[in-house]
């Protein structure tokens, strides 16, 4: 495998609306994150991937872009995000943005353009039917519920959103969408940038004609997911992409892949793949229902267990998959794979160790490293996130109480990942000094930054020792590079596994509050980790404490 800049580094997610708010409006900016770059050296992260700040309505949370050449005023400016780059690359870090190409804002020029004159130029940059009364051009349903496809405001026709109403979905059909897409990416790597994230990137195919596909509820819409697993070619503008912008400028690109079918993998990851890595949402999406949030699943640890290690089969040594325990789509890793009531520093710590120390690049997701756990939101108004709001519709349709329609988006909220990060114990936990956009969980008082960078028990001071593992240059090769062989996959509560390169290092983490043990093929010579004090040991075996997480090199 050709060695790359981004193999060895730890990145890093940072919802801007929610880091740091540096002039007291309540929403978190640019200037924010700079003054928070030195925390971020010190616990010892390489790339900052930022959620868009881009000029947007907000109506998904920027994800919903009206200007890709911007910054939007409530982020800062131009020459915030220049200084941004220039802070990063100064303390030897790298920047990813955030690439939201499968659609645009309604508010951007083109899309109004296409409004105006919907058979002209930039009518051809959307997917545009005309309106039929009583008949939807197909039955797909929208990411956030509903139908895809709305009336194009002062026209006679409807237009295609897989998301929002407001994310009109661009025509990747069209040569010249592709090209304004690549000259916008190429603008940003030429100012300093060192990659993106690519959103929703498997959705800019659509299956040719567009048709209806089998309902699956009873609103008689279907998922979109069919549609998309029958699209053929995107690798024809992925290729294309890829050749024009991110190989130009050794630029790192990690996709937001859904439908990676284990053949997919070399075309996806591969040596010549489309991006450089994509995400790993195996344990994420498990126990997720077709049906909708009031449906889905907790996850146990042996599944936890069986997720990361069947992903981890699948990618074998054939590229990187960017492992996360969360992220802003997602509840908080510590509340969704830890039992209630187990939650507690050893047991996050845990996680984390057998997270990171899998084959791949770790994502850590602003607050993971504190240990931030999930609101207990107690009324949709406190919930901002619009895909919440269709949550909570869906399960009131399917005839859940308001109080069990509330758990249910409370459990799964995109909302959880997106409160304000916890920096200290005082107002806001130090978010703000005004009053934040979204809520702050009530628990900052005993969770917060402050109090974890100089404890070295904290959970922010293991996410801090183990970023120092993988960059340590007797085990880096070996946690890089190394193979991944689980072991013990049969017992129950219990993830265990070796990397194997130049160095043989063992990880294990027994995933129960009750201690357990374990008989080591051989002596350890080292410990590499440990969220305990000690290790209680009878010869090679192991009395495991409860949530004890090791690493071990033989
Ligand atoms: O997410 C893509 C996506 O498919 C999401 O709907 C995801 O499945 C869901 O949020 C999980 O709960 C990306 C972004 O990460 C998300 O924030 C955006 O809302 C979405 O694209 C549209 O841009
Ligand atoms: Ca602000």
């Not at 010190?42 to 994800?63: E, K, N, T």
Request: one cysteine or more; hydrophobic letters at 35%; a negative charge.
């Amino acid at each position: 495998m050709t060695k790359q800049w981004w193999h060895d580094k730890v990145a890093y997610q940072i919802y801007p609306k929610s880091f740091y708010d540096s002039n007291g409006d309540g929403i978190g900016d640019i200037p924010g994150i700079i003054r928070k770059l030195d925390y971020l050296q010190d616990l010892g992260v390489d790339i900052l991937w930022l959620s868009p700040c881009y000029p947007s309505p907000l109506a998904d949370q920027g994800y919903d872009i009206s200007d890709y050449y911007n910054i939007d005023p409530r982020f800062g400016t131009m020459e915030d995000m220049e200084q941004l780059i220039a802070e990063v690359k100064k303390r030897g870090m790298y920047l990813l943005m955030d690439l939201v190409v499968n659609h645009c804002s309604d508010e951007h020029e083109w899309f109004q353009k296409a409004c105006q004159e919907p058979d002209g130029k930039y009518g051809k940059y959307f997917y545009l039917r005309d309106k039929e009364e009583g008949k939807l051009p197909t039955n797909w349903r929208s990411a956030f519920g509903g139908p895809a496809w709305d009336d194009m405001p002062g026209t006679n026709k409807q237009y295609l959103h897989m998301f929002h109403k407001k994310q009109p979905d661009l025509n990747w059909e069209n040569p010249q969408v592709r090209e304004e897409i690549y000259k916008n990416i190429n603008w940003w790597l030429d100012k300093g940038v060192d990659g993106f994230r690519l959103d929703a990137i498997m959705n800019i195919k659509k299956a040719l004609p567009l048709h209806d596909y089998a309902p699956d509820r009873e609103d008689g819409l279907c998922n979109i997911g069919a549609m998309l697993q029958e699209a053929k070619g995107i690798g024809e503008f992925l290729n294309e992409m890829r050749d024009q912008t991110f190989r130009v400028h050794n630029a790192f690109s990690v996709g937001e892949v859904f439908c990676a079918k284990p053949d997919n993998l070399p075309g996806l990851i591969g040596e010549n793949g489309y991006f450089d890595s994509i995400f790993d949402f195996n344990a994420a999406m498990f126990g997720f229902s077709p049906n909708g949030w009031y449906d889905c699943s907790p996850v146990t640890p042996d599944e936890y267990r069986d997720c990361c290690f069947e992903s981890q089969k699948r990618a074998g040594s054939i590229g990187f998959l960017a492992n996360i325990i969360e992220n802003h789509d997602w509840p908080r890793g510590a509340s969704r794979y830890i039992p209630e009531g187990d939650r507690c520093p050893e047991s996050k710590k845990m996680l984390a160790a057998l997270s990171f120390l899998l084959r791949g690049i770790p994502f850590i997701y602003q607050g993971q490293e504190l240990g931030m756990e999930n609101m207990a939101f107690t009324s949709m108004d406190e919930v901002d996130d619009v895909s919440s709001h269709g949550e909570y519709q869906v399960a009131l349709k399917a005839g859940l109480s308001p109080e069990d329609a509330l758990k249910a988006v409370s459990t799964f909220s995109r909302d959880n990942g997106r409160t304000p990060m916890h920096w200290s114990d005082e107002a806001n936990a130090g978010f703000t000094t005004g009053s934040p956009w979204l809520k702050v969980n009530p628990n900052y008082t005993a969770i917060h930054a402050a109090a974890q960078v100089h404890d070295p028990d904290s959970v922010w001071s293991f996410y801090k020792k183990l970023i120092a593992l993988r960059k340590n240059p007797v085990y880096k090769e070996t946690i890089v590079y190394g193979s991944l062989e689980p072991v013990w996959q049969n017992r129950h509560n219990l993830m265990a596994y070796y990397r194997k390169g130049d160095k043989t290092i063992l990880v294990i983490g027994n995933y129960q509050k009750q201690g357990q043990d374990v008989e080591l093929p051989a002596a350890y010579q080292e410990i590499l980790l440990n969220n305990y004090s000690d290790v209680s040991q009878d010869g090679c075996t192991i009395h495991l404490h409860g949530y004890q997480a090791l690493a071990l090199a033989f």
